[in-house]
């Protein structure tokens, strides 16, 4: 239920953006530190949410993909925490920060979908974190398909669920293999 209510949460927030523009793969949609002046979702492509280290790596903190939110976080900041970088040609929907706590305030329906898909992301973060935690591929595999049950990814989806669960694909693919073997 809480991801349906996020996803109409997402949908709400289209309808009522109006205001679109569509990106190139590589370029930016904000820089840490810029002011934040606006609320984005995603209609197409892919985002993600990246944090530069002093040492010259970079932190994913989100993937972005349709009819997400992104950097929901930033609404209650004065400036932006991350970059947003498009890994893919994205259509991306924007409503002025000002509209959005307008909504929120002026409508119960929309506030109790903001919560909601709050709420949703928070269990998200909390599954990543614990996800992370666990030492093996096997490990991490099996808790990622505790959390999609039995939706596996679409075909050539497996190399998203590498990044997802934090191992290289190389390594996903070497313990899928080691599954079939002993389901045979």
């Given at each position: 239920m809480i991801v349906i209510m996020s996803w109409?949460?997402?949908?709400?927030?289209?309808?009522?953006?109006k205001r679109w523009r569509s990106y190139d793969q590589g370029a930016y949609l904000f820089h840490r530190g810029d002011p934040v002046r606006s609320l984005f979702a995603i209609?197409?492509?892919?985002?993600?949410?990246?944090?530069?280290?002093?040492d010259g790596t970079t932190i994913t903190l989100q993937r972005a993909t349709p009819l997400?939110?992104?950097a929901e976080a930033s609404l209650y900041s004065r400036t932006y925490h991350?970059?947003?970088?498009?890994?893919?040609?994205?259509?991306?929907?924007a409503m002025s920060k000002h509209s959005v706590l307008k909504h929120l305030r002026e409508d119960p329906a929309f506030s109790e979908l903001w919560s909601s898909h709050l709420a949703a992301?928070?269990?998200?973060?909390?599954?990543?974190?614990?996800?992370?935690?666990?030492k093996t591929v096997a490990e991490r595999l099996d808790a990622w398909l505790d959390w999609h049950g039995t939706g596996l990814p679409p075909?050539?989806?497996?190399?998203?669920?590498a990044t997802w669960i934090g191992v290289s694909?190389?390594?996903?693919?070497?313990?899928?293999?080691?599954?079939?073997?002993?389901?045979?």
């Open positions: 109409e949460f997402s949908e709400q927030f289209i309808e009522r953006a209609e197409t492509g892919e985002i993600a949410l990246v944090r530069p280290q002093h997400a939110v992104i991350c970059d947003a970088v498009m890994r893919s040609p994205s259509v991306v929907y992301e928070v269990q998200q973060a909390r599954y990543r974190s614990e996800l992370m935690s666990r075909k050539g989806g497996w190399k998203n669920v694909p190389e390594a996903l693919y070497r313990e899928l293999s080691k599954r079939r073997k002993k389901s045979v």
